[in-house]
């Protein structure tokens, strides 16, 4: 790989261990994979902070860049962990807070941003072309399919390297000839709260690169169906006709094309859970952003003033920052018993109970609580979810 006069004085240590090792690690993984050269990153994201996902080891592994004098290059974002940062969720159990407070305290330390979320384009808009070094699957997947801006997706060890040298390695979706659509998918006449549901075929069905072709989709519905691509297959780039600028992915001259209809995905709906059932409504994967937080206030607060008192746990996940923006709305949504959880990925933690049910809009929640947390789930949009809750669904 070639390297510039100043990245081997990087790699030879005269600029310390850290930065040595930070770029070694990013020289390695490009050597592997086949990479030119190293390019500069004008916005990081750290992903694998979670100390349920991590543990000791990669604690160790953060306070020993942070003990040594590392310092963020670049603008540096950070992923939610394994707790809720305003310690009132009485669904995200507090057991790692001490453990994930020290994880968080290193990475500000090192100059990274107390973001703490997933949609880290809430904070810097990624702009086309230009190259990111990110972690979070459905974070990558906006960046390249809505943004046209170009990253992988990168681990969270390699997320830090980044972020303290400013580099990553010229190599996949960095490359144009990465960037080729070979599949068109056409959407036949799904309704805009299945969207996840069609991530989710996408993610297992479709391997290479597609377009997908649906003219009215808003921007909720994209990040539910991206989102849930990125979890159920390796997707972190999906053109989507007149959203993905032109200039950001290329068709291949012969595309395979198919087209989905909801009898291909409503075996990823999940059953209706029973009268009897124990049920957990969980929005907010990826987290909401202020749009979606607002109106899903809005919703709940005219259910509440028409008498709606949740039956059953609503968790709600968002930015951290939003304890500042929206204090007020957080005091009374908590007020009327919903649990909102800020700075955390409701998916890596503890829930303090086990539900028979989670009804969610979110394809990726559905993916991960499935495979993973072996619970049951239900599709629903956000509104159904409400009216469930308010016993009127
Ligand atoms: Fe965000 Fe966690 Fe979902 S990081 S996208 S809430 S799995």
């Known amino acids: 790989m070639y390297l510039t006069p100043i ?91 001490n453990k994930q407070y ?28 230009e190259h990111l070094a990110w972690g979070e699957s459905s974070a990558v997947i906006i960046a390249n399919s809505i943004y046209g801006a170009r990253t992988n997706r990168e681990g969270g060890p390699l997320t830090i390297a980044s972020a303290l040298t400013g580099y990553t390695y010229n190599y996949g979706l960095h490359i144009d000839n990465e960037r080729i659509v070979n599949t068109i998918v ?17 993610g297992e069905n479709i391997t290479n690169k597609p377009l997908v072709r649906k003219t009215q989709l808003d921007y909720n519905s994209l990040k539910t169906l991206l989102a849930a691509a990125a979890a159920s297959g390796d997707h972190a780039l999906i053109a989507i006709d007149k959203v993905t600028p032109e200039k950001s992915f290329f068709i291949n001259d012969s595309v395979e094309r198919v087209s989905i209809d909801f009898k291909d995905i409503d075996k990823y709906l999940g059953s209706e859970p ?30 509440y003033s028409k008498n709606c008192k949740l039956r059953s746990n609503l968790l709600i996940s968002i930015p951290y920052v939003y304890n500042k923006v929206f204090s007020e709305e957080i005091s009374t949504l908590r007020r009327i018993g919903v649990d909102v959880t800020l700075g955390t990925c409701p998916i890596v933690s503890i829930l303090t109970e086990k539900p028979d049910y989670v009804l969610t809009n979110s394809g990726k929640a559905y993916f991960y609580l499935k495979k993973h947390k072996g619970l049951e789930l239900r599709i629903c949009s956000i509104s159904e979810i409400i009216n469930y809750m308010c016993g009127s669904g």
């Open 102 to 129: 020290e994880i968080n305290n290193y990475l500000e330390k090192m100059g990274f941003k107390p973001t703490y979320t997933c949609i880290p384009y809430l904070h810097r808009r990624p702009v086309l072309n």
């Open 7 to 97: 990245q081997e004085k990087i790699l030879n240590g005269e600029y310390g261990w850290v930065y040595a090792k930070a770029l070694e690690m990013i020289v390695k993984v490009g050597e592997v994979l086949g990479a030119d050269k190293l390019i500069p990153v004008k916005h990081v994201h750290v992903s694998g902070v979670s100390y349920t996902n991590i543990g000791d080891y990669g604690l160790e592994f953060i306070r020993e860049f942070y003990s040594k004098g590392g310092f963020a290059k670049v603008y540096t974002t950070i992923n939610p962990g394994c707790v809720d940062l305003t310690s009132a969720s009485k669904l995200i159990s507090n057991q790692y807070f």
């Open 186 to 202: 056409s959407i036949e006449n799904i309704e805009s709260k299945y969207y996840g549901l069609i991530g989710l075929w996408i």
């Open 274 to 303: 029973s009268v009897d059932s124990k049920v957990i409504g969980f929005i907010g994967c990826p987290h909401l952003d202020p749009k979606e937080f607002i109106d899903l206030y809005n919703y709940l607060v005219v259910k």
